[in-house]
């Protein structure tokens, strides 16, 4: 491995975006754990389920939750937890497999300088992470084998103070989304940290507001609605074939044709996508959407005799499309198939045909939900999923 490289990596981490001991629920040490049914468990949903329906955020807000399955990506390789993030040899396979992954923030960022002496844990301790909502009130949730006493002790010396909102404990640095740059927690996190509380089920709960946070013990109790009990949310939720390791809920609008050609274009190429979209049949129209990944790879490409690393199996990029009017996902399924056969990267100029290799768009739940199943084309990694998104590169999927 090109040893420049490797800082490389070790600098970013995980960008997008051993499992002995596993909990479930709360942490349970030592406690037998039947691996194949913990990693077929719903992990996204059961996330979902402690999410108030009320931090997806406004209706304008293009990225409603972001999720990964840490435990389960480590697992499809066999590859052992690090000791912690001090553990260079253990922290190099574990960055190669989690590279792929939308790890929430701030741990997604800072792996590798957030240590247990600042929060009580670290990023080797964390199996699943979800956030949800739009800066500066986002909810943030974090599942693993935790110390709780380990970070009660950090909440103290990080200056909390301790609360208590319908029963549950709450340290809480602000009561709403300020920010102290003289804070530790505030120069690593902003406000995202401001609240935190071990919910129930054992997961670790952080909002920017109090009140957002007694939303959050609210909607664990069964109080209160969910994001995963959403009507929409919980229809692309049940159209997956597998687990994902890694997903992001993003609305409708954020594939719009408006939102898709980029203002970075000339007019001419700007009407030229606009022409290509609109023929020979244009993309119905779509209200939410879903894109994931499976557990596997390949999360980097080797050179050419290199060694890898590690060895995944192979991964499959899965999108899931709510339709706005039901009974349009076979139109759309074809809109798709034949957009990706002709079109182009709008980013780097690169057919889809070429930066794909299978593709399989199908109609499902009669007519209403839009399932796109894709490859990365040999010699790609699976690690730009996210990218294609965030890069606004989905002309494909253009409405």
Not at 147 to 167: H, S
Not at 249 to 277: H, K, M, N, V, Y
Request: hydrophobic share 45%; with cysteine; charged share 20%.
């Amino acid at each position: 491995m090109n040893a420049n490289r490797l800082v490389s990596m070790r600098s970013r981490v995980v960008a997008p975006a051993a499992l002995a001991g596993l909990a479930l629920g709360r942490c349970q040490t030592g406690a037998a754990l039947d691996l194949p049914q913990y990693l077929q468990r719903d992990h996204l949903g059961e996330m979902l389920a402690l999410v108030p329906a009320s931090a997806a955020g406004p209706d304008d807000n293009p990225m409603i939750a972001t999720f990964a399955d840490i435990a389960a990506q480590l697992a499809a390789g066999d590859i052992d937890r690090p000791s912690s993030v001090e553990d260079d040899d253990g922290m190099t396979p574990w960055i190669h497999a989690s590279y792929s992954l939308a790890i929430a923030d701030p741990i997604r960022t800072r792996a590798l300088t957030i240590t247990r002496d600042l929060l009580g844990y670290d990023v080797t301790d964390v199996d699943q992470t979800l956030e949800a909502g739009m800066p500066p009130e986002m909810v943030t949730l974090f599942r693993g084998r935790f110390d709780e006493a380990a970070v009660a002790v950090a909440w103290e010396i990080n200056g909390y103070k301790m609360l208590e909102v319908d029963g549950t404990p709450v340290a809480s640095l602000f009561e709403d989304a300020e920010i102290d740059m003289e804070s530790q927690i505030s120069q690593i996190a902003l406000a995202r940290m401001n609240n935190a509380a071990f919910l129930p089920d054992g997961t670790l709960a952080y909002t920017a507001s109090l009140a957002l946070m007694e939303q959050v013990i609210a909607t664990a109790k069964g109080d209160a609605d969910s994001l995963g009990e959403r009507e929409d949310v919980a229809a692309l939720l049940a159209s997956l074939d597998e687990p994902l390791v890694s997903a992001i809920f993003f609305s409708g609008d954020a594939i719009s044709a408006a939102e898709q050609i980029s203002p970075r274009l000339t007019s001419e190429q700007a009407d030229e996508i606009a022409t290509q979209i609109a023929d020979p049949e244009p993309m119905p129209p779509v209200a939410l959407g879903l894109v994931g990944v499976t557990a596997g790879g390949p999360t980097l490409i080797y050179e050419e005799g290199e060694e890898p690393l590690i060895e995944l199996p192979p991964a499959t990029i899965v999108y899931r499309l709510l339709m706005a009017e039901p009974g349009t996902a076979e139109t759309a399924a074809e809109v798709v198939d034949a957009r990706l056969n002709r079109m182009s990267s709008a980013v780097n100029g690169q057919p889809y045909a070429e930066l794909f290799g299978t593709w399989e768009a199908t109609a499902a739940a009669d007519g209403s939900t839009l399932a796109i199943d894709l490859t990365p084309a040999e010699g790609r990694p699976i690690s730009f999923w996210p990218q294609v998104l965030f890069a606004r590169d989905l002309l494909f999927l253009a409405w």
